[in-house]
Structures are given as C-alpha cells and as structure tokens.
C-alpha cells in the first residue's frame, strides 16, 4: 500500500516537471517606439494676442483641446512664426510680429518641445529680436532650430534624447522678408542653400536614429508644392532625412511616402496655420468651403518604431503616420469678449452629434433648453455648426491625403 502510494506520487512529480518544461515562454518586450507630433504655423496677430489676454488662462487657452495631444506625445513641434522680443524690440503691427514674454512659458507648459525659429518673420524685431527670443525660448526648456546668436549656433543640428534615441532636428527658410545675415558672428537665421543643407543632413544621418528636416518654403495660400518644394523634399530625402516638415502658405498642402533611391521618409509639405486670425469673417453658410482654407490646420502624428534591419542592427520605422484635422474658432465681430481656439475636429464632431441626439430625445430634450422654441434654435445652430464641421474635415481629408486623415 505505501509502494503504490510512492508511486503515485513520483508519477505526479514527473507530471508536474514535464508541466513546468513546457511552460509558455514570456512574450518579447514590445519595440522601443517614438511618437511625434507636428502643426504648422503659430501666428501673433493682433486678434490672437488680445484673445489670450482676455482668457482666464492666457495663451494655453487658445488651444487647450490640443493639450493631451501634445503633452501625451514624445516631441511636439511647431513653427514659431513671431520674435517674442518685448524688451528689445518694438509692439507688434501688421505683417511684422512681436510676441509678448509669456507666450514660450505657454507653450512649454501645452507640451511643445521643437519649435522651428527659421522662417520669414525671424528678422521682424531685427537681430537683436532674434537673440531675445532665443534667450527666453532657452529659459523655457524650448529646443529652438533654424537661429542662433551667431552662424555656428544656427547651424548646429539639435539632437534631442528619447527612450535612448537620439532625434537630430535641423530648420531651414527658403524665404525672407528681410535678409539681415550679415556677420557669422551676430544673430543668424539659416537659409536653405541646397548644398550645405544636404551636407548638414549626412552629418545627421551619422549621429542620430532620425533624422527630421524643418523647412519655411513654398507660395501662399497655395496647395500645391512648387516643383522646387519637390525638388528640394527629394534632396533631402535622398541625402538621409526621416521627416520633412513644411510650413509658409498658411494653407494645408499634401503629405506624401516619398521613396528616393531606397530610402523613405514622410513629407508633410505644409501644415498650415496652427493660430491665426486669418479668414476670420468665414462663415460655412455664406462663403465657399476654399474663403475659410487659412483656418484649416493638421496635426501630424507620427510613431517610429526600433526593429532589427537586414544587417541586424536596430533602426527605426515608420509605424503609422496620419493627419488630424485642426479648426480654428473665431467669434469676429461678436460684442462678446474676443474668442480664438484651435480644436480637434473629430472630438468635436462626435460631441456635437451627442448634442444633437440628446436634444432631439423626447425625454431628455425639454430638459436641455427653456421652452421649446429655444430646443428648436438651439438644434438648429447645432445641425449648422456640424455642418461646417464635416466641411473642414473633407476639406483638410482633400488636400492633405484620404490615406492620412481617418474619418472621427
């Protein structure tokens, strides 16, 4: 009896062993993966900066619903199209831009890490304006490209670190309102001059797991890239950049896989406007959808991805790229208090639907308005307001790409 129990027992054991050497192997860790969000123009109309000075939380309250998107990225970049140089340069006036102090904290504080300084407007409060807003982007942890305090400093590539990877930022302008490089020693804005460009993208290619290219260039208010736009983006690519990010038209231009001899990389030739006043009297109801292009604008949102290549070393992929479509909200010409937001497109459509539906409940609806007069007006403005929402989110679908921009 105490044999067969034994037995019974080592039968068990052995069991239990073979159990153990088949257990199932833990899964891999997932690829070490980075994710970037890009928007284009941030502009300091007159109408912008009044707007955030009106707002209980200033300038972050101009696009708060951006928030989460920025912060819950690993870079957030945009093109800081205005000096913010209030101690030595002059107010701000129309077609030339000063910022006031409190704009870089704001964006800092909104998730911006990579703002692009090289654009037409860069000279606006003249050197000393550029070494100004270099000085308080610094101050606010801001990762500033395209200008420095002397040439070196503006044509030095900017790596910033991540999970372990390294991301060379460079920024170019191929436009000036006024050229005031003069000496390497003083503030430079970089230009881009096709062959120190792509040399300055090889050196970048050699010290960083990506490489992404900022570039003021193109006409205004034109969708389609000039041919020297695709002439330079094939450079680029070509000479070992992963990214291109366009900005100047204050309109959306297409975003394309550009494939040059093997390589790929994505080109967002321009985002738009990220905060304007522009197209400001548009109104979906009383203007062709094309009167309220300068108020569309394009997050883009890109993840890479650390995979081992054909020669077993670990590179970075693109893993998804797409486009979320941007509205600028103004209230111009309302008595009240001056309102300029930028919002989330999609979010804002399923919201509004919700809106609707719990308005027109038969239930639920009385108890959302007054009477019923103020139910119908208020579906009304609703059903309107929609209604320019699915318009802007065709629109920017039409000139950006249906492959990049997913339906809310």
Known sequence: MRRRHLGTALLLGLACLGCRNRAVKPAPPPPVSLSLVAVGD????????????????????????????????DLAFGNLETPVAPSTG???????????????AALRASGFTVLSTANNHAFDQGPRGVRE????????????????????????????????????????????????????TEPWVRPMDLEPALRAVREARAQADLVVVSVHW???????????????????????????????????????????????ALV????????????????????????????????LKVRFEQRPGGDGRNRLSLAGASVEPLWTENNWG????????????GAAESRVRAELDRLADPIEGPKAAADEAQRRKAILEKQEYLRTLILRR???????????????
């Not at 941030?42 to 912060?71: C, R, S």
């Not at 999970?163 to 006024?178: E, I, Q, Y």
Request: aromatic content about 6%.
């Open 42 to 73: 941030i502009l300091m109309h007159q109408d912008v900066k009044q707007a955030a000075a009106q707002a209980p939380e200033g300038f972050p309250a101009l696009w708060a619903d951006l928030v989460p998107l920025f912060q819950g990225a």
């Open 90 to 104: 002059r107010p701000g006036v129309p077609f030339q831009f000063n910022a006031p102090e409190g704009l870089p």
């Open 133 to 184: 807003t270099l000085e308080r982007l610094r101050t606010e942890r801001l990762v500033a490209v395209g200008s420095g305090e002397d040439r070196a400093q503006a044509e030095t590539t900017r790596i910033v670190e991540r999970h372990g990877l390294r991301v060379a930022f460079l920024g170019f302008t191929d436009l000036f309102n006024l050229d005031l490089n003069r000496r390497a």
């Open 218 to 264: 193109g006409n205004e208010y034109q969708h389609t890239p000039t041919k020297r736009q695709r002439d330079l983006a094939r450079a680029l690519v070509g000479a070992g950049c992963d990214v291109i990010l366009g900005h100047h038209p204050h309109v959306l231009q297409p975003a394309e896989l550009l494939e040059v001899e093997g390589r790929k």
């Open 268 to 299: 967002a030739y321009s985002l738009g406007n990220f905060i304007s006043n522009q197209d400001r009297m548009y109104r979906a109801d009383l203007f062709p959808v094309a009167e309220g292009d300068n108020r569309d604008g394009a997050a």
């Open 334 to 345: 309302s008595p009240a208090r001056r309102e300029i937001r930028v919002i989330r497109v």
């Open 394 to 408: 065709k629109r920017v679908a039409e000139v950006v790409g249906e492959a990049f921009v997913m339906a809310p």
